[in-house]
């Protein structure tokens, strides 16, 4: 899945990690054998991105990462492009993905719609699969979507009905569910009471969001624990940790011990959200991929083209990628280097 025999042709290199079968895989006990990898980096890992993304280099950037074995890749937004001009070319990128499913069977590919606006554009361009995005706090609710938590909550649900009834599934996320970057810790009831809302609601799965990557592992027992005694199975949910503190690879097991099997992360650890100050990117899919498959757990990625495909993305941002693993396996020439 990973190994790959060193090149025989062209220049020679020392072997890798992942020439020399590292990492080796050992089972522990009380995890999934596979886990479901949900990748955010063409939509959360360049929404912050303050130069503008040639709208084809985002579509190879996704081509890439689902050829690299990734069935679950957030493409774009669907939002008000004043908001996240970044994305403002969801219309454009659309169409060069349409023949990625056929290439890539099993290929899903959601995009974010806060609104019905976003719901229709979403449709008008034939996207399979859509999520809503709500917050744990009133701050962050009125700094990301204009509205109170409860504004935000009678946005969704429109979207979350017309979308069900297209046929088409709604991912809903849960943001500061860990803490906030204006409100400090969020109680544990505050965000298993808005959670539970928008699974009732309709969404097929809830992910939970640590924006600004302050969780512990402690926590994130604590609020799966709150949810199971609130009767939500963990298999409707998913943990989406950035990794501000370092910590989004410990959540990640923690969460895993307790059942979760569906990760998001970000390709070279990509990523912030503009509205919320001090989030940086995302857990990096490559570190993530390292520990799942050191654990035996399947992803169906394969680690060599997925940082292939980092290194590619870090030269075209013009800056290595935070990611441990990409640096471990690619060192200087993350950036800068010709393809
Ligand atoms: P608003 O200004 O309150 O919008 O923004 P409005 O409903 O008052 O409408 C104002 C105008 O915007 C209208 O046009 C609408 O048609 C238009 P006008 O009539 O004046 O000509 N409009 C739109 N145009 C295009 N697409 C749309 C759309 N909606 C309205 N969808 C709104 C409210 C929700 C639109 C705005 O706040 C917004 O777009 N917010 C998005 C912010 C965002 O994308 N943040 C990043 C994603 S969340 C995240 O990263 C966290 C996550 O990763 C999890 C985690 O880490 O925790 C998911
Ligand atoms: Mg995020």
């Not at 993530?288 to 980092?310: E, F, K, P, Y």
Request: charged share 20%.
């Amino acid at each position: 899945m990973t190994g790959a025999a060193p090149r025989g042709a062209g220049p020679t290199r020392e072997p890798d990690a992942l020439d020399l079968g590292l990492p080796d895989p050992v089972r522990a006990p009380g995890l999934p054998e596979e886990v479901r990898i949900h990748e955010v980096g063409p939509r959360d890992g360049l929404q912050n991105e303050g130069s503008l993304v040639p709208v084809e280099v985002k579509a190879e950037f996704i081509d890439r990462l689902a050829a690299a074995g990734l069935r679950t890749v957030e493409a774009t937004s669907f939002v008000h492009p004043k908001w996240v001009p970044q994305l403002a070319d969801a219309e454009e990128l659309m169409p060069r993905l349409a023949d990625l499913p056929d290439r890539h069977p099993g290929l899903r590919l959601p995009v974010l719609v806060p609104n019905e606006r976003g719901l229709d554009r979403a449709l008008a361009h034939h996207a399979t699969d859509v999520a809503v995005f709500a917050s744990a706090t009133e701050t962050f609710a009125r700094r990301n979507l204009n509205r109170s938590a409860d504004g935000a909550m009678a946005m969704f649900r429109p979207v979350v009905e017309r979308a069900t009834a297209a046929g088409v599934p709604v991912r809903g996320y849960l943001s500061m569910c860990f803490g906030d970057p204006w409100e400090g810790p969020v109680p544990v009831a505050q965000v298993v009471g808005l959670g539970v809302r928008l699974l009732e609601m309709g969404c097929a799965e809830l992910s939970l969001g640590d924006t600004i990557g302050v969780a512990t592992p402690g926590q994130v027992t604590a609020l799966l624990d709150g949810f199971a005694a609130a009767g939500v199975p963990v298999g409707r949910l998913a943990v989406h940790f950035h990794d501000t503190y370092g910590q989004a690879l410990s959540n990640t097991l923690t969460a895993l011990r307790a059942g979760v099997t569906v990760v998001d992360a970000s390709a070279g650890g990509l990523g912030g959200c503009p509205y919320a100050k001090s989030a940086t990117g995302n857990l990096a899919t490559e570190d993530l991929v390292w520990m799942l498959h050191g654990l035996g757990i399947r992803t169906g990625v394969d680690l060599r083209a997925l940082v292939a495909t980092s290194g590619w993305m870090a030269r075209r941002l013009g800056r290595p990628s935070p990611s441990r693993t990409v640096q471990a396996l690619l060192g200087a020439t993350a950036a800068g280097a010709p393809d």
